[in-house]
């Protein structure tokens, strides 16, 4: 019998050796790519748009929201794939193969708590000092890891009967971002009101606010946000898991 804690960690070791190999930077990739990004939409909600000017230290609350949204867009993109990258694994030895895009998963996510680290030294450093509300954070990555997880599941087995779900996923990503408030707070009036209030459907609207909430601004997110992270969070895990059952064993045959 498969020893599954063995083989997650076997797994992740994998995707971190493989991911950083020959690379000079390794882990700071991670951090340095939202640290590009955040330098450009800084200047242009600043310089150009305006409207970050009107928070202060936007880089820093722009920060806050890339790092997150960098784990999920990653996760995504990677463990789509995974399916069809391990197709001979897959085919020639029995293990539960939910593991191999849930271990793309917790590899990224290593990745972003060690950056949310260094992100919350650096909000202290800029007078955003950590408050209790910091512990919040805790079960806001678990919401977050879990929908990322349920999502990864599916598309992983989508994209294996159609092969266009990885080029359709950048696509989405994309729109995805701007209706997620990465570069912008709900309810402080920047949206209008109906916008307002339909972006916090979106599924990572809750877990992004509790972080902007707790590390930016060191207060206790609101009650929507917990209710919709982990209303969210559940639904997504347990939709992915049942997909995954549901269709595996056809996948392997078509694998």
């Not at 997650?8 to 690379?23: A, C, E, F, G």
């Not at 079960?139 to 994209?159: H, V």
């Not at 779900?165 to 009036?189: D, K, N, R, T």
């Not at 917990?226 to 559940?234: D, E, H, L």
Request: overall charge positive; aromatic content about 14%.
């Amino acid at each position: 019998m498969t020893n599954l804690p063995l083989l997650m960690k076997s797994l992740v070791d994998k995707d971190l050796r493989v991911r950083y190999k020959r690379s000079v930077l390794g882990f700071l990739w991670f951090l340095l790519k939202p640290l590009f990004s955040m330098v450009v939409y800084t200047v242009v909600f600043t310089r150009i748009i305006r409207f970050g000017g009107a928070i202060e230290h936007f880089s820093l609350f722009l920060l806050t929201g890339l790092l997150p949204w960098n784990f999920f867009s990653a996760s995504l993109s990677a463990s789509t794939r995974t399916l069809l990258d391990n197709h001979r694994l897959i085919r020639s030895v029995y293990f539960p193969r939910a593991a191999l895009p849930v271990a793309s998963v917790i590899a990224n996510a290593v990745h972003m708590v060690l950056a949310l680290v260094v992100l919350e030294l650096l909000l202290w450093a800029w007078g955003h000092p950590p408050s209790p509300a910091l512990l919040s954070v805790v079960p806001a990555l678990l919401f977050l890891c879990c929908m990322t997880a349920g999502l990864s599941l599916t598309l992983s087995i989508w994209n294996v009967y159609y092969r266009d779900v990885a080029q359709f996923l950048e696509v989405l990503l994309l729109a995805w971002f701007y209706a997620s408030p990465v570069i912008y707070p709900l309810g402080a009036g920047i949206l209008p009101s109906r916008v307002d209030s339909v972006i916090r459907f979106n599924p990572l609207s809750g877990v992004l606010e509790m972080l902007h909430s707790s590390m930016y601004y060191g207060k206790w997110p609101p009650a929507w946000c917990w209710v919709s992270g982990a209303a969210w969070a559940a639904g997504l895990l347990i939709l992915g898991l049942a997909v995954f059952r549901r269709f595996e064993p056809s996948v392997v045959k078509e694998l």
